[in-house]
């Protein structure tokens, strides 16, 4: 019934959300048992009839296939949905957006969002910032909202994907700014993007000690956090003092961006389970690894990110006059299933192969050359004793 019920839960939910009356659902009062018992063998009953044996767990395949085969979206990269209008009126009339200034989010929206915040409630122009050093670390990166990711978790990844650039100078984040770009939209969906983008930043700024300095938000077709990120340097950390007989540490296995593009095009080889593995790599931050390693007298720190481990390693080995040996075995992937690295790639691979290719020196049918030109997002960081 939970099946069946789903439907219409579905349905119910978004005409609560638009004040309207709700669907009905009422279960039928009798339906069919089928229980597997053992192998190729089940029960079943119906009413008052009773049975078991090979036909019935016959049956039970056939009836639990052409179910499952409802749910199949293979070799499709997009799925049909449904678009609800959560606004209180439809209006099919198709919209000019400006695309300069007005693009951003109304000001209702903002002044909303703001009101639960501690900083910044007067929408001042800028925001002063007191720095003990006269140096200090800054980055910026700019993200862009991956699909079915819920934006919560995509504040939080986009913050620490952003934290990794700090981290590998020797620093502790400080403060930051924000720009959200939100999908075009009004009121409910307009204020839970630009809340739930913010919900997950905040989180992970908290955890630094890090306030929001300032802050922008816009309305596009591409929702996408950009973050400019300022730090305090803790630690000496260059690439050029690597050193002969160094070991090298990665912080977190490797895999986002192949695993994510198999994700994206719904392939049958990423279960759900695998996602969630991928998810909490996506959201575990490096920053204890990067405080064990200075620790421990590390002056060499680097993030594997978009241009992969081949690149961001070859940086080092090139400001060092160095070369690097890596020994690849499957404990370097988050997920091992080589078919899934056999078959997809990030739409970042080919460039970052053939910008690093020259200097790797791999058989070319080792089974895990694919990985070193996988593009990261929030991946490891590259420590060097």
Known sequence: MAVRQGEVLKENLFLFLLKKPLKKFKPQNNWLYLIGTH????????????????????????????FMRKFSFSEQNDMNKKIYNLNNFKDDTPKMYCQGCGSKVSKNTLI?????????????DSTEIKFEQNAVL??????????????????????????????????????????????????????????YFMRGIQIEASKDDAYLAAGHSYQT???????????????KSKKYLANEGN???????????????????????????DFEKLLRYLKTSNDSAAKSGFSYGSQLMTDISGFGLASHLGDICQSSNLSAQINLKNEILINNKLEILKNYESSGYKNNHLSSFDSIDIKENHPLIKIIFDPQTNGPTINGY
């Open 221 to 235: 077709e591409e929702p996408a956090v950009t973050i400019t990120m300022n730090g305090s340097i803790k630690q």
């Open 39 to 66: 192998k190729n063998s089940a029960v079943l009953n119906y009413f008052n009839f009773s049975f078991s044996g090979n036909w019935c767990w016959q049956l039970k395949e056939i009836i639990d296939l052409n």
């Open 247 to 273: 070991l090298i540490y990665l912080s977190k296995p490797l895999g986002t961006g192949y695993l994510l593009a198999a994700y994206f095009q719904n392939s049958q080889l990423l279960s759900i389970s």
């Open 138 to 195: 800054q980055t910026i990166d700019h993200i862009k909202l991956f699909k079915s990711i819920n934006p919560y978790d995509f504040g939080i990844i986009s913050y620490l994907h952003s934290q990794n650039d700090i981290l590998s100078a020797g620093g502790s984040v400080h403060s930051l700014s924000v720009s959200i770009g939100v999908p075009f939209s009004e009121n409910l969906v307009e204020s839970f993007y630009l809340e």
């Open 112 to 124: 909303n969002f703001l009101s639960n915040q501690n900083n910044n409630k007067e929408l001042s």
